[in-house]
C-alpha cells in the first residue's frame, strides 16, 4: 500500500499527464479533476472568436486543432457495398486517405457513382499535359474557394 | 503537385499570371473567367487559347475547368474543410501525360 507521499506524488504525475494530453479543457473537467483523454480522441470547443464548432484532436503532445469539419458526416467506408469500397481504396492508394466528399457524396449512391465515373473517365490518358490540367484546376480551386 | 513547385502554386493562390509560359497563363485567365459569375470567356481569350491549344484539348481542358467548378462549389455547402493533400514542400511523384 503506498504511503501519502506517494500517492501524492502519483496524483500530480497524473494530473500532469492529464493536462498534457488537453485534459486541462474546462469544458470536459469535472469537479475541478481533470478527466483523462485518451491521445486520438477528438473533442469539440467553441471558441470567443467564433460562433462555429473548432475540432480538437488530442495528440502525445497536447491538443492539435483539427481542420474544420463538415457540416455533415459521411459514411464509414468500411460499410460501403463493395463496389463502392474497391473506389475508396483505390483514392486511398493514390493519395493515402479517405476523402471528405467522398464520404460525403457516398450517402447518395447516384450522386457518387456520377462523380466517380466522370472522375475517372477525365483521369484516362489525356491530349494534355496533367501539369496543365493542374495549373487550371488549382487555379479554379482557388477562385471559389476551395481549401486544397 | 504534378510538376509545380510551391513557388508556382503560391503564384495561382495569389491570383497572378508571373513566372508562367504563356500557353499556362492563358490557361490561368481561362480558369479566372470560368470561375466568374456569370462566366464569360472572352474573343481575346478564346483566340489566345487558341492559338497554344487544339479544339480536342480546349474540350478536356473546359471539362476539367468545369468539373473543378462544380467540385469545389459543392464542397461549398458542407463546408468542407481541406483534407490536408498539400503541404508545402511536399512533392508528389509526377504522372506523365
Known amino acids: 500500500m503506498p504511503n501519502a507521499g506517494t500517492r501524492m506524488a502519483n496524483f500530480a504525475k497524473k494530473k500532469a499527464c492529464h493536462k498534457k494530453q488537453g485534459a486541462h479543457l474546462s469544458r470536459f473537467s469535472k469537479g475541478g479533476i481533470p478527466r483523462p483523454f485518451p491521445v486520438g480522441s477528438l473533442a469539440y470547443t467553441t471558441l470567443p472568436s467564433s460562433t462555429r464548432i473548432d475540432y480538437l484532436t488530442v495528440t502525445s503532445n497536447g491538443v492539435r486543432k483539427s481542420p474544420t469539419m463538415a457540416r455533415i458526416d459521411g459514411i464509414d467506408p468500411r460499410h460501403a457495398p463493395f463496389l463502392m469500397r474497391q473506389v475508396f481504396k483505390k483514392v486511398r492508394k493514390m493519395l493515402g486517405r479517405d476523402l471528405t466528399p467522398q464520404k460525403i457524396t457516398a450517402r447518395v449512391p447516384r450522386v457518387f457513382w456520377t462523380d466517380a465515373l466522370g472522375e475517372w473517365l477525365l483521369g484516362q490518358k489525356a491530349a494534355v499535359p496533367h501539369r496543365q490540367q493542374a495549373v487550371l484546376s488549382l487555379r479554379t480551386a482557388v477562385r471559389v474557394g476551395c481549401p486544397f | ?97
Open chain 2, 1 to 97: 503537385m504534378y510538376g509545380l513547385s510551391d513557388d508556382e502554386i503560391a503564384v495561382i493562390r495569389d491570383g497572378r499570371l508571373d513566372g508562367f509560359a504563356p500557353p499556362e497563363a492563358a490557361l490561368l485567365r481561362m480558369a479566372d473567367a470560368m470561375a466568374d459569375t456569370p462566366s464569360n470567356v472572352s474573343d481575346e481569350l478564346y483566340a489566345e487559347l487558341r492559338r497554344h491549344f487544339s479544339e480536342e484539348q480546349l474540350i478536356e481542358l473546359a471539362a476539367a475547368a468545369a468539373r473543378e467548378n462544380f467540385r469545389a462549389r459543392y464542397n461549398r455547402v458542407f463546408d468542407v474543410g481541406s483534407d490536408g493533400l498539400y503541404r508545402k514542400g511536399l512533392h508528389f511523384k509526377q504522372r506523365t501525360a
